[in-house]
């Protein structure tokens, strides 16, 4: 066989060829997965907008496709940051929802009452988003109080509600309404603030009635081929009927010939650690979907999970291996002290399926993140961890790039005590050394311990029933993490000795 081919092996004429092709001279390097997020949520209902996927690269063009103050905006604001603080160049794909046909949008109402005897201002804020001062004067009546909130509220545009003054100069309650149709806006919470030396008080009516989420069906189906390795639900945790539809899809993408797997991430907000792990305890065997919570923080749910994705992507993407945990979710505003959960509570949370945070020095800090996967009776149940499916995918990215190539792809195979003058033959002794060589690079940046022992059980052969199929199959164990450092500190006091002469 000749040693090039860049003329054909029949030409006569004189003639110099010269073939340019690259070669992938990586050998058994690691390639990081390459993180992509699948954010699907509801625009503004106000907003009319294609329902085709789109890959947004900030939160201000996600809000002039999706509608200010929709749960898209809201979740990629929290993902781009305008401080740069986020996912930085990880693709944001959304996934649009449109309103369902018999979806009610939450309602509530803020109530002034009394005659305002002192100049001051007050502040609407709703889900930690705070709507412009606006000035009570002396002599304001409720009416007056109501025009002037209404108006400070709908001039900032990221407030995830309408205010209304339904009958200006007269009105004495101003009507909020959620943006969106569905349960989510339940979560809306309604707060004012100042304004109480001034003779005018307020009560707020929290937003109730929302009904029914999306049908993401047809977003789901959008996804295709691609490798969306994170999935952001803007729906509510109590939704199972579409954490049943992400996980059948997920488990799908598990699948021999797609592998491409994903997890899905819900926010919870829920400070009761038994009401919170309602939904993640029930599904043990759910390694799809993972919940990101937030004890008694007034944040929207999907914007806390938003925002501590933003952190797992990135360390993700440049450094599989290392989990979450200390990880700061700032942006975020924590409930009060006394809800957040302690160590029994955390370890509660864990062993119910639900990821846990932790509040210092007020800011929220990833704590562990776990997906439902807790088989009854398994201590350490395999697809608990996010980091260790992390890793399995990132191995999974790599073994695909080692053999679904055109060096693989179609090349002549015998065995391997045969000789041979053709380049492009394999053995199956070749396949089992470029997972040692796999193996090897693993080891090294971490992703497995114990490289021996996956080298000893990656074997290779033929298929005796088909010539045409290189069988391999190997065995690595996944590294640990620090997640638990246990230290026994002993001490005691120092007596004197007896001095001697």
Not at 88 to 113: E, M, N, R
Not at 231 to 243: E, G, M
């Amino acid at each position: 066989m000749a040693l090039s081919t860049a003329v054909d092996l029949t030409a006569v004429a004189r003639v110099v060829g010269i073939k340019t092709e690259f070669v992938n001279l990586r050998g058994g390097n690691v390639v990081n997965l390459p993180q992509r997020i699948a954010v699907f949520g509801q625009g503004n209902s106000a907003a009319t907008y294609s329902t085709d996927k789109f890959q947004v690269t900030s939160a201000t063009q996600a809000a002039e496709r999706y509608g200010f103050g929709s749960p898209i905006h809201l979740a990629v604001k929290q993902l781009f940051p305008a401080n740069g603080d986020g996912v930085g160049t990880i693709p944001v794909t959304i996934y649009p929802l449109v309103d369902d046909g018999a979806a009610a949008a939450a309602t509530g109402d803020i109530t002034p009452s009394g005659t305002a005897t002192k100049a001051g201002a007050a502040t609407v804020i709703i889900n930690n988003i705070r709507s412009q001062a606006f000035a009570i004067e002396v002599g304001d009546t409720v009416a007056d109080v109501v025009t002037a909130a209404t108006a400070a509220i709908n001039a900032v545009l990221d407030v995830p509600v309408i205010a209304a003054d339904a009958t200006p100069g007269t009105s004495t309650t101003i009507d909020i309404t959620a943006k969106w149709e569905g349960p989510t806006g339940n979560d809306i919470v309604l707060e004012v603030e100042g304004g109480e030396d001034t003779g005018i008080t307020f009560v707020a009516t929290q937003p109730t009635g929302g009904l029914v989420n999306p049908n993401i069906d047809a977003a789901l189906a959008q996804i295709g081929n691609v490798w969306e390795t994170m999935v952001l639900n803007c729906l509510d945790i109590a939704d199972t009927v579409t954490l049943d539809k992400y996980q059948t899809e997920g488990e799908g993408r598990w699948g021999a010939l797609v592998r491409k797997p994903f997890m899905c991430f819900t926010g919870n907000t829920e400070a009761d650690v038994a009401t919170a792990i309602t939904v993640s305890d029930a599904r043990k065997t759910d390694r799809i979907n993972s919940q990101l919570v937030a004890p008694g923080s007034n944040d929207l749910p999907f914007t806390v999970a938003a925002r501590q994705l933003s952190r797992i992507a990135p360390l993700a993407n440049n450094n599989p291996p290392h989990d979450y945990g200390s990880r700061t979710a700032d942006g975020l505003t924590p409930g009060t002290d006394g809800q957040q959960w302690n160590y029994a509570q955390r370890d509660q949370a864990v062993k119910g399926g639900s990821s846990t945070t932790e509040v210092k020095d007020g800011v929220i800090n990833l704590s562990d993140i776990v997906t439902f996967y807790h088989p009854t009776g398994d201590p350490t149940p395999a697809y608990r961890y996010v980091v260790d499916i992390v890793k399995v995918a990132n191995i999974l990215f790599n073994l695909d790039l080692t053999f679904a190539n055109p060096a693989w792809d179609g090349a002549p195979l015998i065995p391997d005590d045969q000789a041979t003058t053709n380049r492009t033959a394999k053995k199956p002794k070749m396949a089992v050394a470029a997972v040692a060589s796999l193996i090897d690079q693993l080891a090294l940046g971490a992703f497995i311990s114990d490289p021996d022992f996956a080298k000893a059980n990656t074997l290779a052969a033929i298929n005796d029933q088909n010539p045409k199929r290189l069988d391999v199959a190997t065995t690595m164990k996944i590294s640990g993490n620090t997640n638990i450092i246990s230290v026994d500190f002993n001490w005691g006091f120092f007596f004197g000795t007896t001095p001697t002469v």
